[in-house]
T-cell receptor, first 114, second 116 residues
Framework: KQEVTQIPAALSVPEGENLVLNCSFT??????LQWFRQDPGKGLTSLLL?????REQTSGRLNASLDKSSGRSTLYIAASQPGDSATYLC?????????????FGKGITLSVRP | GAGVSQSPSNKVTEKGKDVELRCDPI?????LYWYRQSLGQGLEFLIY????????KSGLPSDRFSAERTGGSVSTLTIQRTQQEDSAVYLC??????????????FGSGTRLTVV
């Protein structure tokens, strides 16, 4: 059974700081891993999808890496801004198969102070 | 459509009433998922539809919960005899499916259900 862990549960940083959000998963036989952002009272917005054949993906100031052998993924946010304040969720497939349902971590609530 | 559409966005119902939540996925996405997010909790998988295959209902918390997907498109999640513990945000997602896992989930904005 896939388990996804995100620690810490909350993080507060000053504006401009580079930061790394960590995600660990127990079952490494995954086709991909996805990072999402959730603003208060809103749905989930997909940030990055990393396929198992890739080691990282980049979108603007965001960079996500995937290390299947160690069961870890990281989301790197460069030059953080107050608008980055949100909850960041990592999700990995629940079982082997390209179209598996996802198991989510509980998320990291990020606060970027002006 | 351009995104996953859910309705209503908010629903307040009395305990014991039935409710229906609707999800309209992205056109061409064969996979559709329902999740639930209770206050302060993580996302809980409910049910998964993939094409014409039998749905994966393994996450439904009780027999009061059911879902259907008509014509491989719109899905309706029905909760019968609602209880206060059913209060949560119900999120729907769709996905274009391949054998390579090259496509991720797209979520709707959710339906916030409050049972009073």
């Amino acid at each position: 059974k896939q388990e996804v862990t995100q620690i810490p549960a909350a993080l507060s940083v000053p504006e401009g700081e580079n930061l790394v959000l960590n995600c660990s998963f127990t079952d490494s036989a995954i086709y991909n891993l996805q990072w999402f952002r959730q603003d208060p009272g809103k749905g989930l917005t997909s940030l990055l999808l990393i396929q198992s054949s890739q080691r990282e993906q980049t979108s603007g100031r965001l960079n996500a890496s995937l290390d299947k052998s160690s069961g870890r993924s990281t989301l790197y946010i460069a030059a953080s801004q107050p608008g980055d304040s949100a909850t960041y969720l990592c999700a990995a497939p629940s079982h082997t198969g390209a179209n598996s349902k996802l198991t989510f971590g509980k998320g990291i609530t990020l606060s970027v102070r002006p | 459509g351009a995104g996953v559409s859910q309705s209503p966005s908010n629903k307040v119902t009395e305990k014991g009433k039935d409710v229906e939540l609707r999800c309209d996925p992205i056109s061409g996405h064969t996979a559709l998922y329902w999740y639930r997010q209770s206050l302060g909790q993580g996302l809980e998988f409910l049910i998964y539809f993939q094409g014409n295959s039998a749905p994966d209902k393994s996450g439904l918390p009780s027999d009061r919960f059911s879902a259907e997907r008509t014509g491989g498109s719109v899905s309706t999640l029905t909760i019968q005899r609602t209880q206060q513990e059913d209060s949560a945000v119900y999120l729907c997602a769709s996905r274009r499916t391949t054998w390579t896992g090259a496509y991720g989930y797209t979520f709707g904005s959710g339906t916030r259900l409050t049972v009073v």
